[in-house]
T-cell receptor
Framework: QQPVQSPQAVILREGEDAVINCSSSKALYSVHWYRQKHGEAPVFLMILLKGGEQKGHDKISASFNEKKQQSSLYLTASQLSYSGTYFCGTATQGGSEKLVFGKGTKLTVNP | GAVVSQHPSWVICKSGTSVKIECRSLDFQATTMFWYRQFPKQSLMLMATSNEGSKATYEQGVEKDKFLINHASLTLSTLTVTSAHPEDSSFYIC???????????????FGPGTRLTVL
């Protein structure tokens, strides 16, 4: 079952914040976040494992609420380089890490 | 992070020919590699899971005889698109992970992708 991402697209001005959500109808083992720029492969951002984990580096952080079966990606003080399409990939069991990706959220950061 | 390479970056071929795409993990041993295809402005669709030394596991709807996958070593997996047709034109991306190692915690690292155009 493909996770649902929201919003589908968001436009920001440099310095503004954004939140991207990823929800699943199934219990999740882990959530993986990636950013993809046009014509390029996805770049790994972070992985959140079962257990109410939160993580971050630089000004990008994420949380995982396993009870709600959802994860959120937080981008603060956005930079132009944050532009791209963000995908969440979900795994329902550990050991195989077969991921099902959401449809993506297109983020555009303007000067 | 880890580095995964793909070769070629792009390929244009005639209908009916076969195309081989290589995926290599450069600085770690990949126990598992995944092959995805992505159509323009769409999500990544998993085609198959490839484990070193065993047969690949294909997702529903993916023809295993058309998309041949070989994972001959812990650093190399290949995808061969046989008898390619225009509808096979897509962006093919591999990812690699080391489930047995302690260096990475199940992260998947993606190769740069291969754009296939079938005329």
């Amino acid at each position: 079952q493909q996770p649902v991402q929201s919003p589908q697209a968001v436009i920001l001005r440099e310095g503004e914040d954004a939140v991207i959500n990823c929800s699943s109808s199934k219990a999740l083992y882990s959530v993986h976040w990636y950013r993809q720029k046009h014509g390029e492969a996805p770049v790994f951002l972070m992985i959140l494992l079962k257990g109410g984990e939160q993580k971050g580096h630089d000004k990008i952080s994420a949380s995982f609420n396993e009870k709600k079966q959802q994860s959120s990606l937080y981008l603060t003080a956005s930079q132009l380089s944050y532009s791209g399409t963000y995908f969440c990939g979900t795994a329902t069991q550990g050991g195989s890490e077969k991921l099902v990706f959401g449809k993506g959220t297109k983020l555009t950061v303007n000067p | 992070g880890a580095v995964v390479s793909q070769h070629p970056s792009w390929v244009i071929c005639k209908s009916g020919t076969s195309v081989k795409i290589e995926c290599r993990s450069l600085d770690f041993q990949a126990t598992t590699m995944f092959w995805y295809r992505q159509f323009p402005k769409q999500s990544l669709m998993l085609m198959a899971t490839s484990n070193e030394g065993s047969k690949a596991t294909y997702e529903q709807g993916v023809e295993k005889d058309k998309f041949l996958i070989n994972h001959a070593s812990l650093t190399l997996s290949t995808l061969t698109v046989t008898s390619a047709h225009p509808e096979d034109s897509s962006f093919y991306i591999c990812s690699a992970t080391d489930l047995a190692g302690a260096k990475f915690h199940n992260e998947q690292f993606f190769g740069p992708g291969t754009r296939l155009t079938v005329l």
